[in-house]
T-cell receptor, first 113, second 115 residues
């Protein structure tokens, strides 16, 4: 079935540690790929997006993501997390020829002091 | 305005009542989207507008849900005869125009609780 999968519902890391959030998609053609963050009480904010070209995408707040076609993945990374990064992160796609966003179920990130 | 605004921020209603949720998009944005965020379903698309027309209503869960947009700006999502399963956060987003290249900017949402 066509889907966007975030295998980790919760992830806990220590402040200052590196982070990788996983995202896999299952569609016939490579969709457009996004990562959004939702902080407590806040709306969704776009971190980064990938349409084509360089497979390593830089985003806001020090985040980056790498598109790997062979693995149908678009994992989000940050070298050193800050307590303010605690939030829920959503991987999302827009299918080519479409306009609406299809979201994964989200990964909630917890930061240990 | 500075961003997408939604009202009310919270709404508690009784089962069977109708509710109206409002979205004010960013000024100049022609595309407007409604999504629903619920515990069981995650974030799901409901409907989008290009100007005042709605090319894609495929996400509306039942005929109790409707939306309109007038003047190419404000949109209202109406839920008739609310049910408890309608309890969710309803998110609105806008973009300069439709197209997968356009960034969608989200509002803070309306949290709906149906008792």
């Amino acid at each position: 079935a066509q889907s966007v999968t975030q295998p980790d519902i919760h992830i806990t890391v220590s402040e200052g540690a590196s982070l990788e959030l996983r995202c896999n998609y299952s569609y016939g053609a490579t969709p457009y790929l996004f990562w959004y963050v939702q902080s407590p009480g806040q709306g969704l904010q776009l971190l980064l997006k990938y349409f084509s070209g360089d497979t390593l995408v830089q985003g806001i707040k020090g985040f980056e993501a790498e598109f790997k076609r062979s693995q149908s993945s678009f994992n989000l990374r940050k070298p050193s997390v800050h307590w303010s990064d605690a939030a829920e992160y959503f991987c999302a796609v827009v299918l080519r020829g479409d306009d609406k966003i299809i979201f994964g179920k989200g990964t909630r990130l917890h930061i240990l002091p | 305005g500075a961003g997408v605004s939604q009202s009310p921020s919270n709404k508690v209603t009784e089962k069977g009542k109708d509710v109206e949720l409002r979205c004010d998009p960013i000024s100049g944005h022609t595309a407007l989207y409604w999504y629903r965020q619920s515990l069981g379903q995650g974030l799901e698309f409901l409907i989008y507008f290009q100007g005042n027309s709605a090319p894609d209503k495929s996400g509306l869960p039942s005929d109790r849900f409707s939306a309109e947009r007038t003047g190419g700006s404000v949109s209202t999502l109406t839920i008739q005869r609310t049910q408890q399963e309608d309890s969710a956060v309803y998110l609105c987003a806008s973009s300069f125009e439709t197209g997968r290249m356009e960034t969608q900017y989200f509002g803070p949402g309306t949290r709906l609780l149906v008792l």
